[in-house]
């Protein structure tokens, strides 16, 4: 006997399934990640499904039926999921690495200089100057790594400073941010390059809860194999390859 059972609630879609003592568990946030917008629709299919062929025949029979009526469609879904998630997985990267490049107009030519300076400094004297450094410096402290040895709270604000000030460069988003008149000064001209700054780190901030909903994305179908495993009575390795051969 399998039990099925589908919730619908403000943190998406719950799909469990429990046969003989064994319970899985998978909850299916289409409102947070698009990829698995399909998904969370045939959960409910499955859920369904699955209930109503154990009310309606005998264990066995109910399982082959599962197999073959019920589950085809979860697993088409799973597959896409999974095409969409790895299709969101590449552009984070490929956002990732524009993010981390060295601006052409940014001059490395004296990087090992400019790193050697900063390595000679205490740690105090680290943190300060990183945190108004400008972007060469910062390109030659965090590009390719550490090769400083700066302490590592220096090289997280460095690097942090360095991604938003590189997509500023790139992006010539200073031109969007003009100085403001002050008390001070009035008539102000250029660019303000702390708001320009702020801005590009809160662009950052957006790019970096994107990835960080990968690794939620990938749990939801991790487990929701786990529940189509338990569901078929199958082995995960063999409900992958059916949802491969279904995509």
């Given at each position: 006997?399998?039990?099925f059972?589908?919730?619908?609630?403000?943190?998406?879609?719950?799909?469990?399934?429990?046969?003989?003592?064994t319970?899985?568990?998978?909850?299916?946030?289409?409102?947070?990640?698009?990829?698995?917008?399909?998904?969370?629709?045939?959960?409910?299919?499955?859920?369904?499904?699955?209930?109503?062929?154990?009310?309606?025949?005998?264990?066995?029979?109910?399982l082959?039926?599962?197999?073959s009526n019920?589950?085809?469609p979860?697993?088409?879904?799973?597959g896409r999921?999974?095409?969409l998630?790895?299709?969101?997985?590449?552009?984070?990267?490929?956002t990732?690495?524009?993010?981390?490049?060295?601006?052409?107009?940014?001059?490395?030519?004296?990087?090992?200089?400019?790193?050697?300076?900063?390595a000679?400094?205490?740690?105090a004297?680290?943190?300060?100057?990183?945190?108004s450094?400008?972007?060469?410096d910062l390109?030659?402290?965090?590009?390719?790594?550490?090769?400083?040895?700066?302490?590592?709270?220096?090289?997280?604000?460095?690097?942090?400073?360095?991604?938003?000030?590189?997509?500023?460069?790139?992006?010539?988003?200073?031109?969007?941010?003009?100085?403001?008149?002050?008390?001070?000064?009035?008539?102000?001209?250029?660019?303000d390059?702390?708001?320009?700054?702020?801005?590009?780190?809160?662009?950052i901030?957006?790019?970096?809860?994107?990835?960080a909903?990968?690794?939620?994305?990938?749990?939801?179908?991790?487990?929701?194999?786990?529940?189509l495993?338990?569901?078929?009575?199958?082995?995960?390795?063999?409900?992958?390859?059916?949802v491969l051969?279904?995509?």
């Open positions: 006997m399998i039990k059972t589908h919730q619908s609630t403000a943190n998406g879609d719950i799909l469990a399934v429990e046969r003989n003592g319970r899985a568990t998978t909850a299916i946030d289409a409102k947070r990640h698009a990829p698995l917008s399909g998904l969370a629709t045939a959960s409910v299919a499955y859920a369904n499904g699955g209930a109503d062929a154990f009310a309606k025949y005998l264990p066995e029979p109910a082959e039926h599962v197999r019920v589950a085809p979860m697993l088409a879904a799973l999921a999974m095409h998630a790895s299709a969101e997985r590449r552009a984070v990267a490929e990732d690495a524009r993010l981390r490049a060295v601006p052409e107009s940014v001059d490395m030519r004296h990087e090992a200089e400019r790193r050697a300076r900063v000679a400094m205490d740690r004297t680290q943190m300060a100057f990183v945190q450094a400008d972007i060469t390109a030659a402290l965090v590009a390719r790594g550490n090769l400083a040895a700066i302490s590592p709270e220096a090289f997280e604000v460095a690097a942090d400073r360095y991604l938003a000030l590189a997509h500023v460069e790139r992006s010539a988003s200073h031109s969007l941010h003009p100085l403001r008149p002050s008390l001070e000064l009035l008539s102000p001209t250029g660019p390059m702390a708001a320009a700054e702020a801005a590009a780190q809160a662009s901030a957006q790019h970096n809860d994107r990835r909903a990968l690794d939620e994305v990938e749990q939801a179908l991790q487990n929701t194999l786990s529940v495993a338990v569901s078929l009575d199958a082995q995960p390795s063999d409900v992958l390859d059916a051969a279904a995509s």
